[in-house]
């Protein structure tokens, strides 16, 4: 029988360990992992996912209002060739050399000013709804015990130990040490 333990959880730390379990158990790295501890943490990742559900939420209404105020009011906003860049910023090319431009919408040059005050204002609101926590009743087991008992060759990866942390029997008095 698995042992149960309530812990404080960031709300942000909650949406780190349901994105991490996604990719964990997409790349079948939890088979790693007693059957007993796969089942716990399954459970354990289901009672966070709707936190994380509602951080996220939170965090896509916060912009799509700000989105809404902006590039959808031709007062704030006009339509505009827009540069395509890739995922590092950098400007997309054609054939010819030429820059690669989409149809899409600008802020006006007299509202820049205040849509990144509002940016800036929403990222704050985010970033106190991130820190604040929550208390979850867990299923545990020693992480030390299980750690010291792996194979050398395990295709358990360091953050995926760090991660199975919150799971820790022994949390509270591993990080007083």
Do not use: C, H
Request: charge should be negative.
């Amino acid at each position: 029988m698995s042992k149960t333990k309530t812990i404080k959880l960031m709300n942000i730390e909650t949406l780190n360990i349901v994105a991490w379990y996604k990719d964990f158990s997409e790349k079948k790295r939890n088979k790693e992992l007693p059957v007993r501890v796969q089942f716990d943490l399954q459970r354990n990742v289901t009672k966070l996912t709707e936190a994380a559900q509602n951080l996220e939420k939170f965090r896509n209404e916060l912009l799509q209002d700000i989105q809404d105020e902006y590039f959808k009011n031709d007062e704030k906003s006009y339509d505009a060739d827009i540069e395509k860049t890739d995922s590092n910023g950098n400007v997309i090319l054609d054939d010819k050399g030429n820059k690669v431009t989409e149809k899409g919408r600008k802020v006006k040059e007299e509202f820049i000013a205040e849509y990144q005050g509002k940016l800036s204002d929403a990222d704050e609101k985010y970033r106190e709804v991130a820190i604040d926590t929550d208390e979850y009743l867990i299923k545990v087991f020693d992480l030390d015990a299980f750690v010291d008992g792996l194979a050398d060759d395990t295709k358990l990866e360091l953050d995926d130990l760090n991660m199975l942390s919150f799971m820790d029997a022994n949390r509270e008095e591993n990080e007083e040490e």
